[in-house]
């Protein structure tokens, strides 16, 4: 039988997926799109929206309770969880209608089903139905995992905080990272007592250490119980249904309802054929491709946590429309650029980084680093008289002092850092900031004060 002839054939409806499928179809292709499961992968559906969600809740949850000492007749803030979770399921059925509807008035054919390869251009579906096309594109994201350990069943993944339906009274989260710190943040406002378990001596490896060490006091502050060093061998179940953490020293901890496991995520390439094709894979799964997001097989190509390379959002939508600009837009040299991307944590404070953090400038240029820190507390806390405090941080290289790295942790990092990351791509100097007149009382504005 003839395979159904495309022009781009896409394995995976997530935020790569759906970037790739939808630009290439505005260049006029013949796209084909596979998706089993809900469209928005991850990002939607167990990721970034639904944990932005829980993170506005929980975070009105911390301004309830400081209305209070503000002079505000508040009750102690209590969250009707189910409730909430209604209005979150929502907010993501409406971006499952835009997506359908883009779809639609795009022309993009959608296949609710998994795809396997067959060989470089062609594809089959879970129906087997073959469809053919010069390019393919592997879109199909990650997963979590539980460590290989005694008990690790005893365990949820991050993907099972988003069926909770109330806050459990004491929760145990494994993993030092972005899921580990923002789950912890996101539970302990809302009502639960959260531990920390994180393997090695300090929370977000590749953050700035000076900023990930005022997180962990900030975190402190808020309840959160934080052990470093502390490496889990197994969990067993308690005598009354609970669940303990047992340590490769050999120490156990009290009872918890809950434990987490935020400790890694793999690429999702089960079944997907790419062995008998010859798409190679590193020594952790992902597949491989070059600074074009190509794989070593002509005409295959993938974007994405599938491919291990920052795992955000934004980078899988980017490198997907670069791809297509590429392939069907004319434009042969567009490419992803994978330097100077920001990122926020939706940590309790947001955690915002965007360039080199201090140590990488000092391995790069040594005594031509200049740093500039301010540590204050936010008008908001500072009325209510809450410790807590914010901290920015400028790193900048040479004689004209160009900004190589910029940190934020404190209220309103999520949203101020978009801003300042345009112009440290455009390569500003300390001298720029110095020249631009500062916006008062913010907080933003301690980032144009540095000296």
């Known amino acids: 039988m003839k395979p159904q002839a495309f022009d781009l054939i896409v394995i995976g409806g997530g935020s790569g997926g759906l970037a790739g499928a939808f630009r290439a179809a505005s260049y006029g292709a013949r796209v084909a799109l596979l ?4 469209l928005g992968g991850t990002c939607v559906n167990v990721g970034c929206v639904p944990k932005k969600a829980m993170w506005l809740a929980a975070d009105l949850s911390q301004r309830i309770a400081m209305a ?69 594109l592997i879109a199909t994201g990650g997963h979590p995992v539980r460590p290989d350990i005694p008990g690790a069943d ?48 300090r929370l977000l490896d590749g953050f700035d250490t000076q900023i990930t060490d005022e997180l962990a006091a900030d975190m402190r502050q808020h309840g959160v119980r934080l052990h470093f060093g502390h490496a889990v061998a197994a969990l067993e179940r308690a ?75 934004p980078v899988a939508i980017a490198a997907a429309r670069r791809l297509m600009d590429r392939l069907f837009g004319g434009q042969p040299d567009a490419r992803m650029d994978y330097a100077q991307i920001p990122t926020v944590v939706f940590s309790h404070p947001p955690v915002g980084q965007v360039g080199l ?64 990351a345009v112009a440290l791509k455009k390569g500003i100097t300390l001298a720029d900031l110095h020249d631009t007149v500062a916006l008062h009382p913010t907080s933003a504005e301690e980032v144009v004060l540095m000296r």
Not at 253 to 271: H, K, L, P, Y
């Open 239 to 313: 005598s009354d249904e609970g669940v303990v953490v047992l340590a490769e020293d050999g120490t156990h901890t009290a009872r918890f309802d809950t434990v987490i496991f935020a400790t890694g995520r793999r690429a999702s390439t089960r079944d997907m054929g790419l062995e008998a094709t010859g798409v190679a894979l590193d020594a952790r799964g992902f597949v491989q491709v070059d600074g074009r997001q190509d794989t070593n097989i002509a005409g295959i190509h993938a974007v994405g946590d599938v491919t291990g390379q920052a795992a955000l959002t």
């Open 35 to 38: 998706e089993p499961k809900e």
């Open 357 to 420: 953090t201090e140590a990488e400038a000092r391995a790069l240029h040594g005594d031509a680093v200049t740093v500039l820190t301010t540590r204050f507390r936010p008008m908001l806390h500072a009325l209510a008289d809450s410790p807590q405090r914010s901290l920015f941080k400028l790193v900048c290289v040479g004689e004209d002092k160009r900004v190589v790295g910029l940190h934020l942790l404190g209220e309103g990092a999520d949203e101020m850092l978009q801003g300042f």
């Open 154 to 201: 005893l365990g949820k993944v991050s993907d099972d905080f988003f069926s909770l339906c109330a806050a459990p009274a004491r929760v145990a989260i494994v993993g030092g990272g972005y899921v580990a710190v923002e789950l912890a943040g996101v539970l302990q406002a809302l009502g639960s007592q959260v531990d920390v378990f994180v393997r090695g001596q």
């Open 68 to 136: 209070s000492t503000l002079g505000f007749d508040t009750s102690p803030p209590t969250l009707d969880w189910k409730e909430f979770i209604v209005h979150r399921q929502r907010y993501i059925a409406g971006i499952h209608a835009s997506y359908m509807r883009r779809l639609d008035e795009s022309g993009v054919v959608l296949m609710p089903c998994h795809g396997r390869l067959l060989d470089a251009n062609t594809v089959v579906n879970a129906d087997g139905v073959q469809l053919g096309a010069k390019h393919v």
